[in-house]
């Protein structure tokens, strides 16, 4: 295992439910992730959090509510989601974030697979 | 902007035959240059990286990637395939222009097969 855990494993909910994903992390690092996978795409950063503060939101919709309440911790809120949110959501970690210098790799965990109904 | 592109959507490879996935990067500055491997129900697991010094890169799983500067590219390296090395190999790439934010960029992706 990679130290980057994720709940729940899998979730269905409907366009207007709200739901909430959870990504905790054992490492002891600075930096928390959260990527967007879809079949066929890239891999999307969506947010960064560095020390606990937001330093990176990349044009997400805004029923994707990020939280960091510590270093350990990454709350992904969701609400009025649409079927093409259906993805998997992968968090990740690294030792910390600085701009244009960070080389730590990542570490992810194992994703929610998420389903929009 | 910063680029990955990997032009292989699949390799084929025997069991017991070297195998290379492509990597190719556009960046500004000088790169970090990092490959993942994703096994299926699995997160993105980290291989190995470049980020300064020596062109040939050794991870885990006997992985190796070679920097070449001149040709924009990190290719992913295994002197003798296994079959447990079936996965999905992402490259990534980060600039280090200090002057902004430089997140890392993830290629689409190349799905590796080593046939028994």
């Known amino acids: 295992e990679t130290g980057v855990t994720q709940t729940p494993r899998h979730l269905v909910m409907g366009m207007t439910n709200k739901k909430s994903l959870k990504c905790e992390q054992h490492l002891g690092h600075n930096a928390m992730y959260w990527y967007k996978q879809s079949a066929k795409k890239p891999l999307e950063l969506m947010f960064v959090y560095n020390f606990k503060e937001q330093t990176e939101n990349n044009s997400v919709p805004s029923r994707f509510s990020p939280e960091c309440p510590n270093s350990s911790h990454l709350f992904l809120h969701l609400h009025t989601l649409q079927p093409e949110d259906s993805a998997l959501y992968l968090c990740a970690s690294s030792q910390d974030e600085y701009p244009g210098t960070s080389g730590y790799e990542q570490y992810f965990g194992p994703g929610t697979r998420l389903t929009v109904t | 902007a910063q680029s990955v592109a990997q032009p292989e959507d699949q390799v084929n490879v025997a069991e017991g035959n070297p195998l290379t996935v492509k990597c190719t990067y556009s960046v500004s500055g000088n790169p970090y240059l990092f490959w993942y491997v994703q096994y299926p129900n699995r997160g993105l697991q980290f291989l190995l990286k470049?980020?300064?010094?020596?062109?040939l890169v050794k991870g885990s799983y006997g992985f190796e990637a070679e920097f070449n500067k001149s040709q924009t590219s990190f290719h992913l390296k295994k002197p003798s395939a296994l079959v447990s090395d079936s996965a999905l190999y992402f490259c990534a790439v980060r600039g280090t222009n200090s002057g902004g934010y430089q997140k890392v960029t993830f290629g689409t992706g190349t799905k590796l097969q080593v046939i028994p």
């Open positions: 470049y980020i300064t010094g020596d062109n």
